[in-house]
T-cell receptor, first 117, second 113 residues
């Protein structure tokens, strides 16, 4: 597709359930970022991949959060034993990762809205 | 502490009126600066960005922003607001290439006829 695609768009989970959120970046994009956006707040960084390598996972809030990008394209964010505080919109972004930021842009998907009951 | 602040949580303007959304940052060096817009149910769209040079940058949809180093500000402006501009606006920074985007808390814009 032409843009970053995320699925599902909406996910309702019972507390304690495991969930998996998928991100299809723009073809050929090297960098992939995951962000968490709580209601009424700005997105906050979770983790970053360069191809298949996870170079920064400093934003993951707990060890219940796990992300992978095994073939350097599609990425999955997994949340184990979901809690109510995990309810948020999870955004994925991708970019070519050019050294010159004047031309490199992060493109965002529409996000997955996770509601934990 | 290093941060991006947007002092106005919510702004309401009349259609056709001018708009200014405020943004301040607190970092040791001037970061790369961005404004994004997010409409309900939509992803974030880049409006404009500043890296260096001319302090007045033009973006899409008739928006512009002015970088003021002395005030550590990067305010977004539009001369005449349209109803379709109603959305959430985020100021953001990147500290370096290959780095994450750090977002401010956002300003919600409502447009009344």
């Amino acid at each position: 597709g032409a843009g970053v695609s995320q699925s599902p768009r909406y996910k309702v989970a019972k507390r304690g359930q495991d969930v998996a959120l998928r991100c299809d970046p723009i073809s050929g994009h090297v960098s992939l970022f995951w962000y968490q956006q709580a209601l009424g707040q700005g997105p906050e960084f979770l983790t970053y991949f360069q191809n298949e390598a996870q170079l920064d996972k400093s934003g993951l809030p707990s060890d219940r959060f796990f992300a992978e990008r095994p073939e350097g394209s599609v990425s999955t964010l997994k949340i184990q034993r979901t809690q109510q505080e995990d309810s948020a919109v999870y955004l994925c972004a991708s970019s070519l990762e050019l050294a010159d930021l004047r031309v490199d842009i992060q493109y965002f998907g529409a996000g997955t809205r996770l509601s934990v009951l | 502490a290093q941060s991006v602040t947007q002092p106005d949580i919510h702004i309401t303007v009349s259609e056709g009126a001018s708009l200014e959304l405020r943004c301040n940052y607190s970092y040791g060096a001037t970061p790369y600066l961005f404004w994004y817009v997010q409409s309900p149910g939509q992803g974030l769209q880049l409006l404009l960005k500043y890296f260096s040079g001319d302090t007045l940058v033009q973006g899409i949809k008739g928006f512009e922003a002015e970088f003021k180093r002395s005030q550590s500000s990067f305010n977004l402006r539009k001369p005449s607001v349209h109803w379709s501009d109603a959305a959430e606006y985020f100021c953001a920074v990147r500290l370096a290439s290959y780095d994450k985007v750090i977002f401010g808390p956002g300003t919600s814009l409502s447009v009344i006829p």
